[in-house]
T-cell receptor, first 113, second 112 residues
């Protein structure tokens, strides 16, 4: 069975500071990993995904994530936070067939001026 | 391209009633997945449809059923509504396989 754990339901950073959102996964098969962002009263939007190949994945809006198999982690980072980054972020894992995607509980990012 | 659309946007029902939610996938997509997102939680996978058949199902009771039509649009039906069914219901479409899912804005269901 697959599962996702996001460490920290709330993260607060100052504008311009590093953003680090943590995600650990469990999967019995090579996972496909995703980060999605959700703004208030909206659906989810894909930030980035890891399927195979390069373990450092770059996404939209300056975000990136690194797949570390030995640590079963897929943490999301951004060098410099903007006010517009304030949102809910979800890490997700999918089986290789893409039949079922499991989401974490989410981390709400607050950005202070 | 209108992206993924869902209807209605909001719905209020009473316990025991039945509800049908609708989803039109992004143009060119053939796979539709449904999720339930309770307040303050991540989306929970309900089921996925491809080629008009349910391909995978999450841990939801049989009260939750669905359908996919030849034009790839989909419906989610929930019977015998419970208070705990109150949530945002998200539809996501994709191409077959572990591809990016495009989400609709959701239908907010309130059960009184």
């Amino acid at each position: 069975a697959q599962s996702v754990t996001q460490l920290g339901s709330h993260v607060s950073v100052s504008e311009g500071a590093l953003v680090l959102l943590r995600c650990n996964y469990s999967s019995s098969v090579p996972p496909y990993l995703f980060w999605y962002v959700q703004y208030p009263n909206q659906g989810l939007q894909l930030l980035l995904k890891y399927t195979t190949g390069a373990t450092l994945v770059k996404g939209i809006n300056g975000f990136e994530a690194e797949f570390k198999k030995s640590e079963t982690s897929f943490h999301l980072t951004k060098p410099s936070a903007h006010m517009s980054d304030a949102a809910e972020y979800f890490c997700a894992v999918s089986d290789t067939g893409g039949f079922k995607t499991i989401f974490g509980a989410g981390t709400r990012l607050f950005v202070k001026a | 391209d209108a992206g993924v659309t869902q209807s209605p946007t909001h719905l209020i029902k009473t316990r025991g009633q039945q509800v049908t939610l609708r989803c039109s996938p992004k143009s060119g997509h053939d796979t539709v997945s449904w999720y339930q997102q309770a307040l303050g939680q991540g989306p929970q996978f309900i089921f996925q449809y491809y080629e008009e058949e349910e391909r995978q199902r999450g841990n939801f009771p049989d009260r939750f059923s669905g359908h996919q039509f030849p034009n790839y649009s989909s419906e989610l039906n929930v019977n015998a509504l419970l208070l705990g069914d109150s949530a945002l219901y998200l539809c996501a479409s994709s191409l077959r396989g572990p591809n990016e899912q495009f989400f609709g804005p959701g239908t907010r269901l309130t059960v009184l």
